[in-house]
């Protein structure tokens, strides 16, 4: 099934160029695994490289590069699956602080300044979750 058909709805939110980015990372993958979860995760860590997940949409980074320490790991070969480590959700946890801070900023998140990086991260990660259940359930009315 071609990616367009299975496109989750934060990408469809998101810019041309991260919804060009899943699908062609998508479609590789389905050629090569089949169809399933193996093609999303596979076609999320291509997308990671190069976007973040900013509330209920993916933006482009400002550099490109794995996102988090389970992005940086591709995929064990035998299983298909992340070697493991913490995943942060799309938020991209090798940015600098100040970034994340203007990214909590723009999301509203409360008590960002004394938070630190990985409190930003997990902060983050949270806001942009509620932001996209919110955004699903507006595309549901």
């Known amino acids: 099934m071609p990616a367009k058909d299975e496109m989750p709805s934060t990408l469809q939110r998101s810019p041309d160029k991260a919804q060009r980015t899943w699908s062609k990372a998508h479609d590789s993958a389905v050629e090569s695994y089949g169809e399933g979860e193996r093609a999303h995760r596979t076609a999320y860590a291509a997308l990671k490289h190069t976007h973040q997940k900013v509330g209920d949409h993916w933006e482009p980074k400002d550099g490109k590069g ?54 930003l991260v997990d902060a983050l990660r949270k806001a942009s979750n509620r932001e996209t259940r919110n955004a699903r359930e507006r595309d549901k009315s």
């Open 66 to 119: 794995p996102s988090d320490e389970r992005a940086k790991g591709g995929v064990d070969p035998k299983t298909g699956k992340p070697p493991g480590g913490k995943t942060a959700g799309g938020v991209d946890a090798n940015a600098s602080k100040q970034e994340l801070m203007d990214q909590a900023r723009k999301l509203g998140v409360r008590g960002r300044s004394s938070m630190n990086k990985g409190e």
